[in-house]
């Protein structure tokens, strides 16, 4: 299961809760099921949201999923950023993008961060094999983080497929369709 970003992540967060997904998603967990979060999937995935200048909503706070020990922050200010970073202190170099508001923290010692940014800092944390979140758009575009797993699996070893080398012939196939259709 992956929860991706959302641009209102707290209103986000409650309609998952009130159509039953939130209620399917922990039972998934309980199970043993993967639930990755990614950026707004990762704030709903802690314990607690906090919006205290209700930028996205007039709740003020609301509690998470409760998957990861975060308690997150909205802020008023945008964060908007390129990454570079190794994930989970392999050597592959990753690349990826943040672009949330608020921060997030982890209130627990006994998790590792998910990635290491280039400058040192990092981010996102790490529970186990099935359970996961980080701020960083794009981290499924890295053949680490997609090869760390799919080793959770039974036979999944696959041939070598290169994935930003096919998302960009994509493009040039995009851009190659609007220049002869379009004046």
């Known amino acids: 299961i992956i929860l991706p970003g959302s641009k209102n992540t707290i209103e986000d967060l409650v309609a998952l809760k009130n159509n039953g997904v939130a209620a399917a998603v922990t ?27 209700e930028v996205e909503s007039k709740a003020g706070k609301v509690s998470g999923l409760g998957l990861l020990p975060l308690h997150t922050i909205l802020g008023k200010e945008k964060t908007t950023l390129q990454r570079t970073f190794t994930y989970r202190r392999q050597a592959a170099v990753c690349t990826g ?12 010692a006994r998790l590792e961060p998910l990635i290491t940014f ?3 800092t990092t981010d996102g944390c790490y529970l186990n094999n099935t359970c996961w979140g980080t701020y960083v758009h794009g981290i499924l575009d890295n053949d680490a983080v997609i090869n760390d797993l799919l080793s959770t699996f039974e036979n999944t070893a696959a041939a070598y497929f290169d994935y930003r080398r096919f998302k960009e012939e994509q493009y040039d196939k995009l851009a190659a369709l609007i220049r002869e259709h379009v004046d």
């Open 27 to 53: 039972a998934a967990h309980k199970k043993g099921k993967t639930v990755i979060g990614i950026c707004g999937g990762y704030q709903m995935m802690g314990e607690l949201i906090e919006d205290p200048f």
């Open 97 to 108: 993008y943040e672009i949330h508001m608020g921060q997030t923290a982890v209130t627990s």
């Open 118 to 120: 280039s400058d040192g």
